[in-house]
């Protein structure tokens, strides 16, 4: 016979099961992440002349590896008559045991090593530091704001050393202890709910800017003057409640402590018209402007057209005339009595167009609007024409002008009707005719700001050929008879002659060198006597001064190099 388990059994069984396992993984981990010592701890709190300090109180707070950091409270005591303190046996972390002690009102942090069973403290009044600063709200003092220094943790956990609450100034003053913590920073609060803590790492001067705390009115009250509007000094800002603020020198104010609920605010200022606006507090910070009591007209100068060409930062142009209107509004109890009738703007270059608008209270109002007129193309000259030694190539150079809106960045080109090309750009641009030797015909334009567009301009550039000449020789001997009667040769004549490229610029000169004797230009038939003349090198030039090869004749080897003889 089978005994069966009532299902409610089964269940409760399964889930014990279930929470053992689970117990045993995280006694592991634990075991495994965050060792855990216990230790005792006991001490001695002393005043500047090694006096015991009663009732200073003292905790320690473990924080491990895998936790936030400062952790839980693991052990706490209070110094007795003797100032000193014992505290059992208590977990300790492998990680950080910080210590919190309160000496004479002022909180000191101490990190304790995992196995620490004494830790003593002698107070010294040397170590005590001091911040000083004022907290502002739209540059205008807080008072009765409380500020505090001390270690900052994180956003949730705030260590303090000390406070003060700001003046009627807004102007505070701590002294605390700076014990140092590498695992923290010690920084000034403003905000009592913590909910940000300031970023402020403090010296011996803390003024801070806060935003606005719950319950505040605040805001910027600006005046209309000479065509814009500026903050307003001195101005009267009242609430429904009759609270009352004055306006700062930038035209700020601020009302603390205010109810929430809704309120008229009533601005005035001398000169101005009063304004009234609605508001609540705790709201955005509020932005009233007032306008004079007679303001003058506002004024706006109109162009006729847009401008027909819009250069982006090299300028909006006018190609042609345009006409200037003026618009005038006066919302107050003066209406417009007169106003700046149209101008044309025709005259090239920039132009600063005034106009204006009276009340009938005498009040003037101005505009001024800026027009750039080009109505005229550039003009494109030849300045220099180059070419290049030895080779078919020629370089026009251009010089591009426009005293209005300026010479666009490149000048335009075709050669021999060809493609449209821009000029290479240097100290100057230029074109490069390479179509070879011959007559060439250019043309050349360039285009201004405005968008005019030169008529083209046009001219023949020769490109002569390149081809250097050739030199060669004859030879005629020179006969002579010896004392024997016998005729033998005793030397020669030599006649150079230089050819040239029929298509070419032509022969310019021949130059012929005796032995190491100096360069000699050749004029006609030059004696060659044996015995006395071992070598001669010979070349010609062509008009544009390209020098052919150079030819060589050794007398005393026989051999000759070079273009042959005629």
């Known amino acids: 016979m089978k005994t069966v388990l009532p299902r409610v059994y089964i269940v409760k069984l399964v889930v014990l099961v279930v929470f053992v396992i689970q117990l045993l993984n995280f006694n592991a981990g634990f075991a495994a992440a965050d060792p855990v010592t216990y230790a005792p701890l006991q001490g001695t709190i ?76 002698q107070y010294d009044p040397a170590m005590i530091e001091k911040i000083e600063g004022t907290i502002t709200l739209n540059g205008i003092a807080v008072p009765d704001h409380t500020v505090s220094v001390g270690f900052r943790v994180r956003s949730s956990w705030w260590i303090e050393l000390g406070s003060d609450m700001t003046d009627s100034n807004g102007h505070y003053e701590i002294e605390y202890i700076a ?14 709910s913590f909910s940000s803590l300031s970023d402020v790492r403090i010296g011996n001067h803390a003024s801070i800017e806060i935003p606005a705390p719950p319950h505040t009115i605040y805001g910027t009250v600006t005046g209309y003057f000479a065509s814009a509007y500026y903050g307003l000094n001195a101005a009267t800002v009242e609430l429904s409640d009759g609270s ?28 101005y018209r009063s304004a009234s606006i609605q508001a609540a507090a705790s709201s955005a910070p509020l932005d009233i402007a007032l306008n004079l009591v007679d303001m003058p007209p506002a004024v706006t100068a109109v162009a006729s057209r847009p401008p027909d060409v819009d250069g982006g930062h090299l300028g909006a142009w006018y190609t042609d005339d345009v006409t200037v209107s003026f618009i005038a509004e006066d919302n107050d109890d003066t209406p417009v009595a007169t106003i700046s ?55 026009v150079h251009f010089a591009a002008s426009d005293t209005v809106s300026g010479v666009e960045e490149w000048t335009y080109y075709t050669v021999d009707g060809g493609p449209v090309k821009k000029t290479y750009r240097g100290d100057v641009h230029y074109a490069v005719i390479d179509g070879g030797p011959g007559a060439h015909i250019l043309e050349f334009w360039s285009i201004d700001r405005a968008g005019h567009v030169e008529a083209r301009n046009q001219m023949t550039v ?105």
């Open 244 to 271: 009352v603020a004055y306006t700062n020198n930038i035209g700020a104010f601020v009302f603390f402590n205010k109810p929430d609920s809704n309120y008229t605010i009533t601005v005035s200022a001398d000169g």
């Open 46 to 121: 002393t005043d500047e002349n090694g006096l015991p300090i009663q009732g200073a109180s003292l905790k320690v707070f473990a924080s491990y590896a895998n936790s936030h950091f400062p952790g839980p409270e693991t052990a706490s005591a209070t110094t007795d008559q003797n100032g000193h303190y014992e505290i059992p046996e208590f977990h300790r972390s492998d990680f950080t045991n910080l210590v919190v002690l309160t000496v004479k009102g002022h909180p000191v942090m101490k990190d304790i090593g995992i196995g620490a069973t004494t830790f003593d403290f």
């Open 179 to 192: 014990t140092p913590h590498t695992a923290l920073e010690i920084a000034v609060n403003t905000d009592p």
């Open 462 to 566: 020769n490109i002569e050929n390149k081809t250097a000449p050739i030199t060669k020789y004859h030879l005629d001997p020179i006969f002579a008879v010896n004392s024997a009667g016998n005729q033998y040769i005793s030397g020669f004549t030599l006649t150079l002659k230089a050819f040239g490229d029929p298509s070419g610029s032509g022969v310019k000169d021949t130059f012929y060198w005796i032995n190491d004797g100096p360069s000699v230009k050749y004029t006609g038939p030059i004696t060659i006597m044996a015995g006395q003349v071992h070598y001669v090198r010979y070349y010609s030039t062509s008009l544009s001064d390209i020098p052919g090869q150079q030819n060589s004749m050794n007398f005393v080897t026989g051999q000759f190099s070079g273009s042959g003889s005629f």
């Open 341 to 395: 009738p149209p101008q044309i703007v025709s005259a090239e270059g920039g132009h600063y167009i005034h106009g204006s608008a009276t009340d009938t209270a005498g009040n003037t109002g101005e505009a001024d609007i800026f027009i750039s007129v080009d109505k005229s193309p550039p003009v494109t000259t030849v300045s220099e024409i180059t070419y290049e030694p030895y080779q078919p190539y020629a370089y």
